[in-house]
Structure formats: C-alpha cells, structure tokens
C-alpha cells in the first residue's frame, strides 16, 4: 500500500528557512501536495508539485522533487510566526476518485 | 460562497450509541470524501464518494456508513460507536474530472468526536 512518512516535529527560529521533508512509496503518483493545518481548522492545499517536475516556486514557498528517491521537500523562506502550523504531504494516485495518501503531518513551531 | 460545512463541530457519545456526521458543499464537486484524523497518523481515507450516486471504501471504513444523498450533501453515520472511533472527522470535495491532472481537495473545518 501506499506509505508517505514525515518527521513529525520541527523548530525554526523567525526569520531563518523551514525545510520539511517527506518520503513516499508510490512510483505512479501523478501529483504531490503540500497542505497546511491551522489549530482547530481544516487543511488549506498551499501547493502543489505534477510529478514530471523537480522544482516549483511560489513566493517564500519553494517545492522539491525527487523522483528518483522518492523524496519531496517544502522549504519556507523567512519563516514567520504565522506560518506555525502542520504541514502534511500528500500524493495523488488514480483509483475511481481522486484519492489522496496523507503522510503523518509535521508540527512546525516558529520561535520569536 | 461557504465552501464545504460540517455539523456538528463537537460531539460527545457513549459507547454503543448512534450518530451522523453531515457534509455539504456548494462549489458543485463532483466528489466528496470522509477522513479521519489521528495523533501521528495523518489523516485516513473512511470513504469517498467519486460522484452522485456512487460511494466506495477507502483505507479505514469498518464501523462506518455513508450515504450520497444528492451532489450536495455526503453524510457519515456510526451505528454503534466505539471509543476507538474518538478522532477528528474530516470531510472534503474536488472537482475530480479525471484527466491525470491536478484535482485539490478542499475541507471543512472537522469534527471533533470523543466516545466514552
């Protein structure tokens, strides 16, 4: 089955680059995502990466892909204390719906 | 434009009694899904719903029933809750006109259910 890990706790300081990280097992993913969680919220898709692609920037956000190790990266810039928060990946494989896999989510704390 | 609404927000049950979680969007998805979510576990497919008059199992659907009841609306019930069965409720929507493109999930707010 499919098996999408992240670590589960990180901590930056203000300012500095946020980088998490995310393994997953499925060669046929068609595309990646990055969603964010907001205590007490729903999740939020921040981006998203289609599988042909190494590299996608949107803004402080910049995504990495490699398909070769099956490795995907999130990577915020200046990290700020709003962006506090746990981020999960998720990949997208084709089975009747639009079936997302959900890695376990990384709790990102923002220190002032 | 609300997006998707769930209801309750928070549900308390002792074990052995029956509720329903409702779901409605208004973005006219094509396809809805119910997840769970636990400590350290992410979130977890309970069941899905491809389009209108179709629903199908997804990884944790023992316990669980759903039912489509028009494009709008996809509701989840616990016949018999259990204490395993405590966990935030998730429902979303997307488009999924399957074309091997880009099709995101947009979710409620969640629902907080304790069984005791």
């Known amino acids: 089955g499919e098996d999408v890990e992240q670590s589960l706790f990180l901590s930056v300081r203000e300012g500095d680059s946020s980088v998490i990280n995310c393994t997953y097992t499925?060669?046929?993913?068609?595309?990646l995502y990055w969603y964010k969680q907001e205590p007490g919220a729903g999740l939020q898709l921040l981006t998203y990466?289609?599988?042909?692609?190494d590299m996608k920037q949107d803004q402080r956000l910049t995504v990495l892909l490699n398909k070769k190790d099956k490795h995907l990266s999130l990577r915020i810039a200046d990290t700020q204390t709003g962006d506090s928060a746990i981020y999960f990946c998720?990949?997208?494989?084709?089975?009747?719906?639009?079936?997302?896999?959900f890695g376990t989510g990384t709790r990102l704390t923002v220190i002032p | 434009n609300a997006g998707v609404t769930q209801t309750p927000k928070f549900q308390v049950l002792k074990t052995g009694q029956s509720m329903t979680l409702q779901c409605a969007q208004d973005?006219?998805?094509?396809?809805m899904y119910w997840y769970r979510q636990d400590p350290g576990m992410g979130l977890r497919l309970i069941y899905y719903?491809?389009?209108?008059?179709?629903?199908d199992k997804g990884e944790v659907p023992n316990g669980y029933n759903v039912s489509r009841l028009n494009k709008r609306e996809f509701s989840l019930r616990l016949e018999s809750a259990a204490p395993s069965q405590t966990s935030v409720y998730f429902c979303?929507?997307?488009?999924?006109?399957?074309?091997?493109?880009?099709?995101?999930?947009?979710f409620g707010p969640g629902t907080r259910l304790t069984v005791l």
């Open positions: 990466i289609f599988s042909n692609m």
């Open positions: 979303a929507s997307s488009e999924a006109i399957w074309t091997g493109g880009k099709d995101t999930q947009y």
């Open positions: 719903s491809a389009s209108e008059g179709t629903t």
């Open positions: 973005m006219n998805h094509n396809s």
């Open positions: 499925d060669s046929s993913s068609t595309y």
């Open positions: 998720a990949e997208s494989i084709r089975t009747g719906a639009n079936n997302l896999f």
